[in-house]
């Protein structure tokens, strides 16, 4: 079972450019969620997603965009990267938000120089 | 607004000592906190949830206990194997939004 799979892995990006990070997940999960995480930080919630359709900020949204079409895809948009989008990105979903188990990606190492 | 503290940030202990992982939080208003581990280059597995009306949680050599009132949720691991090193985190769940203290980076030395 894949449980929740990113791509890419890694990636560099010259200041400017545009890059969308892909998120899927295979458990028909209602909630997905995207976090940063810098060096020696916790994660930042940047956007998530409560079902297909419906998406809000979190705590660090500037500068991404998110889109939500069908349950199992949670793709974030980079516009315009920024050397202070370098960061690790995690993608999680969980079957609900009360008590259940929350399942991570394995993270996008994204460097912009 | 909330914070999640996490002390000590790094530790390091013989196989076979007990590790104690402490957590706090600013803001009583929780859901539940939970614990993650976190190997190097990898996401995170979920370890232990603590619902807001629990004290604590157990699973096998990992105990989880959580004192809303003072804000505060300790880890313990009995008996630390190697196999044990990573960095934990801790979470507070805030209406489905996870607040994440930094980690605390744990080393068991054989």
């Known amino acids: 079972n894949a449980g929740v799979t990113q791509t890419p892995k890694f990636r560099i990006l010259k200041i400017g450019q545009s890059m969308t990070l892909q998120c899927a997940q295979d458990?028909?999960?209602?909630?997905m969620y995207w976090y940063r995480q810098d060096p020696g930080m916790g994660l930042k919630l940047i956007y998530y997603?409560?079902?297909?359709?419906?998406?809000d900020k979190g705590e660090v949204p500037n500068g991404y965009n998110v889109s939500r079409s069908t349950t199992e895809d949670f793709p974030l948009r980079l516009e315009l990267a920024a050397p202070s989008q370098t960061s690790v990105y995690f993608c999680a979903s969980t079957e609900g938000w009360t008590g259940n188990t929350i399942y991570f990606g394995e993270g996008s190492w994204l460097t912009v120089v | 607004k909330q914070e999640v503290t996490q002390i000590p940030a790094a530790l390091s202990v013989p196989e076979g000592e007990n590790l104690v992982l402490n957590c706090s939080f600013t803001d009583s208003a929780i859901y539940n906190l939970q614990w993650f581990r976190q190997d190097p280059g990898k996401g995170l597995t979920s370890l232990l949830l603590i619902q807001s009306s629990q004290r604590e949680q157990t699973s096998g050599r990992l105990n989880a206990s959580l004192d809303k009132s003072s804000g505060r949720s300790t880890l313990y691991i009995a008996a630390s194997q190697p196999g044990d090193s990573a960095t934990y985190l801790c979470a507070v769940n805030r209406w489905g939004k996870l607040q994440f203290g930094a980690g605390t980076q744990v080393v068991v030395t054989p």
């Open positions: 997603s409560v079902g297909a359709g419906i998406t």
């Open positions: 458990m028909n999960h209602n909630y």
